[in-house]
């Protein structure tokens, strides 16, 4: 009898995996689905306003990716508490994380509303796209209060191992996203302000039930809602490391923009619609990164090495089958999915074009994520802050290349998302090492 591949047989772990990733596949894809169904929408309001909201989800995706370590720090320290039996402690972290969350987003609101001309200045854009552009980030940034809180929840409930809540929230954020920007942008003819309008106010609801279910908890169990200012200075502190982690990868990313935006307009609205459901495909196969920052922070937490090496095994092996499996999905769609965003001929072709490297990309991209989890949930963010920054260091000669060779069109598009595709193998490489030597698996509480 022909023996099925690893993957594909049943493991002990895979229980817990499924019920921890499957839920949170519904919880990471509702950001990029906004996302998408701003760019669907606004799409159809013509060229410039996409390639303006290409601009403006550059800039808000970084905004809110430097602080990602408020969702995976806290996943980490959270499910470290709870592994050593102190519930308590990991609803006092998880909390103060939350605390950590509301002062950012305000300090990120209060800087970058006076910098917004500023800001997209720096991508070139033609005058009509950047008006397009500034309307968009200017209203967008008055939700980021809320998007910040919502990640450091949603983290305070991943470490609990509770991630059908973060679903649950999240499918009702992105069904209210849609039904508002219609009525906004179509309905109202408010155009691309209207779509931003209504991711706010979606983003601020989310933040609202969020805010809701963590209280509740705390109250069960007799844990303050009041900040601990300590705890607030140690949840920075442990995040740091992943701040820089994050830096580095969202630099490799504006370049990405900064040179789509000089390929020229056409160029730029496919690189967004390409990037956005890279961004997509990418937290789809970080659902199984999720289980491995819970259940690995969890086992070492419980001062169990071999469980968590062992967990880090099966995920590796489901995150490059998943990948295939996307890659063929993309494949296959592609042609069919690029009208849904413009009628533009060109746009359409450049962004085939673009999304068929992108799949052949997923089952690296699928290895990177799943190694870049298990890291995070093992709090090993020095090592990840430095592999990110060698990573970007490979990325960003390949990127200026395509600058330097004055390309467009489909070859510009092409090389530039071959760039993308040395960043990943790159990353792959750094993270494989790590986790072969095993330096990561250090057990207790607290690192």
């Not at 069904?175 to 942008?185: F, P, Q, R, S, T």
């Not at 992108?358 to 290895?367: N, R, Y």
Request: proline share 4%; with cysteine.
């Amino acid at each position: 009898m022909t023996r099925r591949p690893a993957a594909l047989r049943r493991h002990p772990a895979d229980r817990e995996i499924f019920r921890l990733a499957l839920p949170a596949l519904g919880a990471l894809v509702a950001e990029p689905l906004f996302l998408i169904a701003d760019s669907a929408i606004v799409g159809q309001l013509g060229t410039p306003e996409l390639a303006g909201l290409g601009i403006a989800a550059a800039v808000l995706s970084t905004l809110v990716n430097v602080s990602i370590f408020l969702a995976y720090g806290t996943t980490a320290a959270v499910a470290r508490m709870l592994g050593a039996g102190d519930l308590a402690g990991a609803l006092r972290a998880g909390i103060d994380g939350c605390w950590l969350a509301i002062l950012l987003g305000t300090g990120t609101l209060a800087a970058g509303w006076p910098l917004t001309p500023w800001i997209v200045e720096r991508f070139g854009p033609r005058p009509d796209v950047a008006e397009h552009a500034e309307t968009y980030l200017r209203i967008s940034l008055l939700g980021i209060p809320a998007m910040l809180l919502v990640l450091a929840a949603i983290g305070v409930l991943r470490g609990l191992q509770d991630t059908r809540t973060p679903l649950y929230v999240a499918a009702g954020g992105a069904a209210g996203n849609v039904g508002l920007n219609i009525a906004l942008v179509h309905g109202a003819g408010l155009g691309i302000a209207g779509s931003a309008i209504g991711t706010v106010i979606a983003q601020v609801a989310m933040a609202a039930v969020f805010v809701t279910v963590v209280a509740r908890a705390a109250r069960r169990h007799a844990v303050s809602l009041r900040p601990s200012w300590p705890g607030v200075g140690r949840s920075f502190g442990a995040g740091v490391p992943l701040i820089v982690r994050t830096v580095a990868m969202r630099v490799a990313l504006i370049v990405t923009t900064v040179v789509a935006a000089d390929l020229g307009t056409a160029e730029l609205a496919a690189h967004q619609v390409a990037f956005t459901t890279w961004t997509l495909l990418a937290l789809i196969l970080d659902a199984v990164a999720i289980a491995a920052q819970a259940l690995v922070g969890r086992a070492l937490g419980a001062d169990d090495a071999t469980a968590a090496r062992a967990i880090t095994q099966r995920m590796i092996q489901w995150g490059v089958l998943c990948g295939l499996v996307l890659t063929v999905v993309v494949l296959a769609v592609a042609s069919i999915y690029a009208p849904l965003f413009t009628s533009d001929p060109e746009v359409r072709a450049l962004l085939v074009a673009a999304l068929v490297v992108a799949a052949l990309l997923q089952p690296l991209a699928g290895w990177v994520f799943v190694l870049d989890g298990v890291l995070i949930g093992a709090g090993d963010g020095r090592y990840l802050a430095w592999a990110s920054v060698v990573s970007v260091a490979a990325f960003l000669p390949a990127a200026f290349a395509v600058l330097l060779l004055d390309l467009s069109g489909t070859v510009g598009i092409v090389a530039l998302w071959a760039a993308i595709g040395l960043w990943t193998l790159v990353r792959l490489i750094t993270l494989h090492l790590r986790e072969r030597r095993g330096a990561w698996a250090v057990t207790g509480a607290v690192r």
